[in-house]
């Protein structure tokens, strides 16, 4: 392929915010806030926009250039091909840690008996597939089922409206135990998960068509996605009530289960799991698909070859990153966040914008 | 090159097909329950599950030779042992997802459930669309073995007992998990849960012959509400008490409230919209609670003397009307007191007002419900009279 | 276009190789009339069809001249008039001035002067005239020149116009294509009175030669597609063109793909509305079915009708084929993943009586669903190629022995007969016989995967399904357009039909320069 391969900003759009909600939509992030998780989102959300404003100045100082190959340009060949290959790690990593959430997610909710093996290989094969295809068509199907998720979105509420469920006093005090709480999920838990992984995207901002939008675009689907979250969170908790909402493996699933309007709409969790596949699916192909183009730049390899070697690592990778489901939130809820999401998300970006600056600034004098 | 990967990737697929069907459960390898009924035994608990008979039940094989349902029972450590014991007994496995009810024996409950509540929430094959009971002076696998008419599952005749029952009598409340969970969790509001009871003898109805008869000799009655204190039984409340406390929870849909007249004689409001208002505050110190009810009623039956077409005597109804659900609602309050229970969420509803105050109280709010001060408050409004104005005899007599 | 298949990579046969079935030491025609002919007798093997004619014009016989031509593939009326009358009665009455028969040969003169014939050609080589002696040209060769003509006499029986058979409709032109080109490009053309509409013909097929023309509007298609076309059509190299689907094969982006990136249609209307929106027909001599490119997803769904009829009921109706395309898919896959996987998804009611009709079948739900699906698709198989009178015969047996005994006899459960007739039904409503054909194929695909893992077997192959979609292309067009990528405009005859009010537009997607179809005032009354 000759030509760089090209995606329409509403295909960017869509991808962010399918990659977004994708897990955090099913886990719930923020419970820990109590009633006042849809806060710590929306405090997460603010703050990932301003995460997002150091992303974009970093790009627009190199819009032609991916990521990897920009760390390579601005930090020197050997610092940046390590730091490169240290971010492709990290995708693969998360990539590893969503496959795993969604394998737990399948086999406790809806095939008790199938191994976990199976559930995750049959949805890395898929992710390998679209890797397969690239960015292009990895855009375009992110539209059409931006409108699916969308479409069903809107369905959730109203459906749970319609059947009386929502009750606005679950969601009361506001600030019980003051701001505390609520700053303390939000920095860093809700920032980082999901606002802040669109650190990922840093890859595929050159494919954008039209350069000038990335901005806008990213801005937008960081709003749009925080808006829904923490819109779906408040729901889940007025229906539900904060304690089981804070307890529940999959919360989502819960108060889904509880719709029901005559006789006839009814039992929508497991269509509501498989469809949260859709998001999770994304948002694995979107990592998996980071770390392979990374790759791509750095190593001269075969793309194929590179294909096989990340889906088989993150695999393998997401069978063996905890022996179960509690060590496996432990490390996502404690660990992680510190250690992995503040330096890649925050802290280098942060670093790497300093650095530009100040090579501007020389560079003008 | 290509063709070799293509080769790999469906052999992986195909090894997984061939393997797969791991989770596939065959219908006719289910047995689907439509209720569980969990009883005290000794330490553990012991369970009894009612499974549909499908081919009973279905309107084109019934035969009406065989029960439509089958009652498999069995004892365990822990619920969930005693549950998968059942498979010693039943040819198929038992599948909970279907279930319409749950009812909880009374010395369980007396006990305290929390533990089943954790299993009921635990096991990713219960749904939390299903209504829990607490059975009253009987066994739980009693109420459930008895055979039923109309619905053949009795299950189903309970689910929809209860249902109907709250919809247009309201003494009753059908309680979903997560209600219970939440309450049984908060530190301002303690459970109810519906009572169930039998009348007749469980032995005779559980037979097909029970079914022959137009009045049938064991019956399951949906009883009144059951008092909890945290997770335990404390009490039972009466008919009138449990009308009282869904009056002060807004709960009522539909309900007859007969009145005194001022004149003599008696007169049946049904009652159509209900709303409550519950507000708690803290006054010098001391905690209060103000219930607000306004409900709107037409009249359905009248043997007064009053002139049911002169405004001010749909007044003076209103007002005995009020008086009367006042008393209901003091009679409910009253024995909750009592109890020491506060199962109206008195302590939520400060909670929720002013958190501050509530960090203090929470402590000993149980001592401090029983003290309450409780302002009732009601607005009842008689809108229509019904397809006649005064009562025939009346008429006649005024000639 | 990053999708190249292996044919095209094949080199480009060279005119040799092509002609070695005519062999011989000299091509060209001699002078001497006998040699000629006997020369044609003896490469076609002195067949019985071949009608060689030897007779003297002229008004002393002074010209020896010889016609042949191919019996069954002429029009003997013509040939009879204005050949055989023109030469042998007309010449001998005529006067030929001498002067013109100094400055012109034999061939020249009645060529320009003597034959009332409208297609004339003259051929110097013996590939050519048998090119087109066999096409039903009538072949005149005169003694002593080394030329010859050949006259346009094509005429043969064809079936004449009809209702075409797999896509009728209830309001539209009920003329359908048939197995003559000629015919074919008349029908467009009668249709299109532009003189931008265009019609390029060549010849494929190394032993049928083949006549494939391509139509299109000049400006309206985009020139990209167009010489591409022509790109793919030079790389096909095969011996003979029956049918378009010949074409259809080496033409097509994803050769390999189970959906059709290639459209097909034996509707005139369907092809000139779809060479208006800027797409480039291939119709190909021989075969009713004329090859539409490019064509994205969308167009499988849409059917001519729908412009005929009001917009709101074109766009339900289309909204229902979209259904129907999910149903026939997924219903099958849906009620196994259902009933073996998700009971708690099923209403308690109709859970048990399900339940109740599957008490003593002996087999799993999957199996049973394969066994019900693979019998219909035998039943189906056999219904078309049954002749007429005994097709009856299937539709009992189908119905009585694989619907009523089979449930009687509790080998199948009676809800597992609404599940496939349901599909069945579905199945039908596609407009398109070849994306029909897809789903039949990809049902047994998505029935595998439910029974495996479910729901999620199922949805993780509608991801693949999309992705799959997604990439694939039609002749440099992206197959999911206009939803992905979302062409807003677009969408207004998509997946519905909005009135042609306002200034309507040609496809984005499609066309080349030519964007407006027309400007309407948006209320009028």
């Known amino acids: 392929m000759t030509h760089k391969p090209k995606i329409t900003s509403s295909q960017l759009f869509s991808l962010m915010v399918l990659f977004e909600l994708g897990s955090a939509i099913v886990i719930g992030v923020g419970t820990k806030a109590k009633q006042d998780a849809w806060l710590a989102i929306l405090l997460g959300m603010v703050g990932g926009s301003f995460l997002f404003l150091s992303y974009h100045y970093i790009y627009k100082n190199y819009p032609e250039l991916s990521f990897s190959i920009l760390l390579q340009r601005s930090l020197g060949k050997i610092p940046g091909k390590a730091l490169a290959l240290l971010y492709i790690f990290y995708f693969m990593y998360i990539a590893a840690r969503v496959l795993r959430d969604f394998g737990e997610l399948l086999v406790t909710t809806a095939l008790p008996e199938t191994p976990i093996a199976a559930a995750n290989l049959f949805i890395m094969l898929v992710v390998a597939y679209g890797s397969y295809l690239g960015i292009e068509v990895l855009g375009r199907s992110g539209e059409i089922f931006f409108v699916v998720f969308m479409f069903l979105g809107f369905l959730f509420p109203l459906l749970a409206f319609a059947a009386g469920l929502p009750k606005g006093e679950n969601l009361l005090p506001i600030l019980e135990q003051g701001w505390k709480p609520v700053l303390t999920t939000a920095f860093p838990v809700t920032l980082t998960f999901p606002f802040g992984e669109t650190v990922v995207f840093m890859m595929f901002f050159s494919n954008l068509g039209s350069p000038g939008k990335v901005l806008k675009v990213g801005e937008a689907a960081i709003m749009l996605s925080g808006l829904i979250l923490s819109s779906i969170i408040a729901l889940n908790i007025s229906i539900l009530g904060p304690t089981i909402i804070e307890n529940a493996t999959f919360p989502l699933l819960k108060s889904l289960g509880k719709v029901s309007i005559g006789n006839f709409i009814q039992r929508l969790d497991s269509i509501a799991i498989t469809l949260l596949i859709v998001g999770g699916f994304f948002k694995i192909a979107v990592f998996t698909f980071a770390a392979i183009c990374g790759m791509q730049d750095i190593l001269n390899i075969k793309k194929r070859f590179i294909i096989i070697f990340v889906g088989i690592t993150v695999f393998v990778a997401s069978l063996n990153i905890a022996s179960n489901v509690p060590e496996h939130l432990e490390i996502g809820l404690k660990l992680v966040p510190i250690y992995l999401h503040l330096p890649f998300q925050i802290g280098i970006p942060l670093i790497l914008c300093i650095i530009i600056m100040i090579r501007n600034r020389f560079a003008k004098k | ?399 | 276009m990053s999708y190249k298949k292996l044919s095209y990579k094949k080199k480009q046969p060279n005119s040799n190789q092509k002609n070695e079935v005519i062999k011989s030491s000299g091509n060209s025609l001699t002078q001497d009339l006998k040699e000629n002919l006997e020369r044609i007798q003896e490469t076609l093997g002195n067949s019985s069809d071949i009608v060689v004619r030897e007779f003297y014009a002229g008004k002393y016989g002074q010209m020896h001249i010889g016609i042949v031509y191919v019996d069954g593939l002429i029009d003997k009326n013509i040939v009879q008039r204005f050949i055989l009358e023109a030469l042998m009665l007309n010449l001998r009455e005529a006067e030929l001035d001498s002067t013109v028969f100094l400055q012109e040969n034999e061939l020249q003169v009645l060529k320009k002067a003597v034959l009332p014939a409208g297609e004339v050609k003259e051929i110097v080589d013996f590939n050519e005239l048998f090119l087109h002696l066999l096409s039903g040209d009538t072949i005149v060769i005169i003694n002593g020149v080394s030329r010859g003509m050949a006259i346009g006499t094509k005429g043969w029986t064809d079936r004449g116009i009809e209702e075409p058979g797999s896509e009728s409709v209830v309001r539209g032109p009920r003329d359908g294509f048939t197995e003559t080109l000629r015919t074919n490009t008349a029908l467009l053309r009668r249709r299109i009175r532009d003189p931008n509409f265009w019609i390029e013909t060549r010849r494929l097929g190394r032993r049928t030669k083949t006549d494939v023309s391509i139509a299109y509007i000049k400006g309206v298609a985009s020139d990209r597609v167009v010489q591409e076309v022509h790109r793919r059509l030079d790389s096909i190299d095969i011996d003979a063109v029956l049918e378009s689907g010949y074409i259809e094969e080496f033409v097509q982006d994803a050769p390999y793909s189970l959906f059709p990136t290639i459209y097909n249609t034996e509707r005139p209307d369907k092809v000139v509305s779809a060479i208006l929106e800027g797409r480039v027909a291939i119709l190909v001599d021989g075969t009713p079915f004329v090859l539409l490119v490019p064509v994205v997803f969308i167009q499988f769904f849409q059917a001519s009708e729908d412009y005929y009829h009001r917009f709101d009921i074109s766009t339900l109706i289309r909204l229902l084929r979209f259904m129907c395309f999910f149903l026939a898919l997924l219903v099958p896959s849906f009620y196994v993943a259902a009933t073996t996987f998700h009971q708690e998804m099923i209403p308690t009611t109709l859970l048990v009586s399900i339940a109740a009709q599957r008490e003593g079948v002996p087999f799993p739900a999957a199996v049973e669903a394969l066994l019900m699906e693979i019998s219909f698709e035998i039943l189906r198989e056999a219904g078309i190629r049954l002749p007429r009178a005994v097709g009856s015969a299937i539709s009992i047996v189908g119905a009585l022995v694989l619907g009523e005994a089979a449930v009687r006899a509790g080998i199948v459960s009676p809800a597992m007969v609404i599940v496939v007739s349901v599909t069945a039904i579905s199945n039908f409503v596609s407009p398109a016989f070849n994306m029909a054909m897809s789903i039949r194929i990809l049902r047994f695909l998505f029935l595998i995967l439910a029974s495996t893992f479910g729901l999620f077997g199922i949805v993780l192959g509608l991801i693949a399904m999309v992705l799959h979609l997604c990439g694939l292309s039609s002749f440099g067009v992206p197959y999911m357009s206009p939803m992905a990528p979302l062409i807003m405009q677009d969408q207004k005859d998509a997946m519905v039909r909005l009135p042609r009010f306002g200034v309507f537009k040609r496809p984005n997607f499609i066309r080349g320069n030519d964007a407006v179809r027309g400007r309407n005032p948006g209320n009028r009354k």
């Open chain 2, 1 to 399: 090159m290509k063709k070799g990967m293509a080769l790999i990737i469906t052999l992986i697929m195909l090894t997984n097909f061939l393997t797969g069907c791991w989770s596939k459960r065959e219908l006719n390898e289910l047995a689907i329950a439509s209720a569980i009924g969990i009883d005290k035994s000794g330490d553990g608990y012991q369970v009894t599950v009612e499974v549909i008979n499908p081919s009973e039940i279905s309107a084109e094989k019934g035969t009406g030779q065989r029960s439509p349902v089958v009652i498999f029972s069995a004892t365990g450590k822990t619920v969930f042992e005693a549950l998968r014991r059942i498979t010693l007994e039943s040819p198929r496995r038992v599948y909970l997802s279907h279930i319409r009810v749950v009812v909880l024996g009374e010395e369980l409950a007396r006990d305290g459930i929390a533990k089943i509540i954790d299993f009921l929430s635990r096991d990713s094959e219960f749904r939390i669309d299903f209504y829990i009971l607490a059975a009253k002076n009987t066994k739980a696998e009693s109420v459930l073995k008895v055979l039923t008419q109309l619905e053949k599952i009795p299950a189903n005749k309970i689910a929809q007992g209860l249902e109907i029952s709250e919809k247009s009598w309201s003494s009753t409340h059908a309680v979903k998990l997560d209600e219970l969970t939440n309450d049984f969790t908060s530190d301002g509001k303690n459970p109810v849960l519906t009572g169930i009871t039998l009348s007749g003898n469980a032995d005779t109805g559980m037979t097909l012959e029970n079914l022959k008869s137009s009045k049938l000799s064991s019956i399951q009655r949906i009883g009144n509400l059951a008092v909890f204190k945290k997770d335990r039984l404390v009490g039972w409340l009466s008919e009138e008490e449990s009308l009282g406390y869904n009056y002060v929870m807004g709960n009522v849909k539909s309900t007859i409230t007969t009145v005194e007249c001022p004149g003599g004689g008696k007169l049946s409001v049904e009652v159509l919209r209900t709303k409550s208002n519950i507000k708690g505050k803290i006054e010098n110190g001391k905690p209060k609670a103000k219930v607000e009810l306004s409900m709107e009623g037409n009249i359905g039956e009248s043997e007064c003397d009053l002139d049911l077409t002169k405004p001010e005597n749909i007044r003076q109804i209103e007002d005995a009307l009020e008086e009367v659900v006042k008393e209901k609602k003091k009679l409910a309050i009253g024995k909750a007191q009592n109890l020491g229970s506060d199962i109206f969420g008195f302590g939520e509803t400060i909670r929720r007002e002013n958190p501050k105050a509530w960090k203090e109280l929470k402590e000993k709010w149980n001592e401090e419900f029983e003290r309450l001060s409780v302002d009732v408050s009601v607005d009842a409004k008689i809108r229509r009279t019904g397809t006649i104005t005064n009562s025939p005899e009346q008429t006649k007599s005024k000639k």
